[in-house]
Nanobody, 119 residues
Framework: QEQLVESGGGLVQAGGSLRLSCAASGSISSLNSMGWYRQTPGKMRVLVASITSEGRTNYPDSVTGRFTISRDSAVNTVYLQMYGLKPEDTAIYYC?????????????WGQGTQVTVSS
């Protein structure tokens, strides 16, 4: 059974840092491209970092230079190191494959982890 378990979120002041972790299992493996997505109330989930099985990374301009995605294939875990956090980074953060995983044609998402950045 596929499973994505995110952790590491919390409350941090602007300028602070957090490291998120995502443990993947089931048919989600180190061969999958993985990404971190975030969602705020009333808005669509957006991809903020991705990493291929070969380790190539990609970021939107909004987080470039502040966020770093990495993975440890030995333990099938993906990380997101966030520096210089801003209030606009406040969101629920989810990890998933890129594109996102489906089970029987339905999107599968973990529970996410809340990141709150105070000004």
């Amino acid at each position: 059974q596929e499973q994505l378990v995110e952790s590491g979120g919390g409350l941090v002041q602007a300028g602070g840092s957090l490291r998120l972790s995502c443990a993947a299992s089931g048919s989600i493996s180190s061969l999958n491209s993985m990404g971190w997505y975030r969602q705020t109330p009333g808005k669509m989930r957006v991809l903020v970092a991705s990493i291929t099985s070969e380790g190539r990374t990609n970021y939107p301009d909004s987080v470039t230079g502040r966020f770093t995605i990495s993975r440890d294939s030995a333990v099938n875990t993906v990380y997101l190191q966030m520096y210089g956090l801003k209030p606009e980074d406040t969101a629920i953060y989810y990890c998933n494959t890129v594109p996102s995983f489906t089970v029987n044609g339905k999107p599968y998402w973990g529970q996410g982890t809340q990141v709150t950045v105070s000004s």
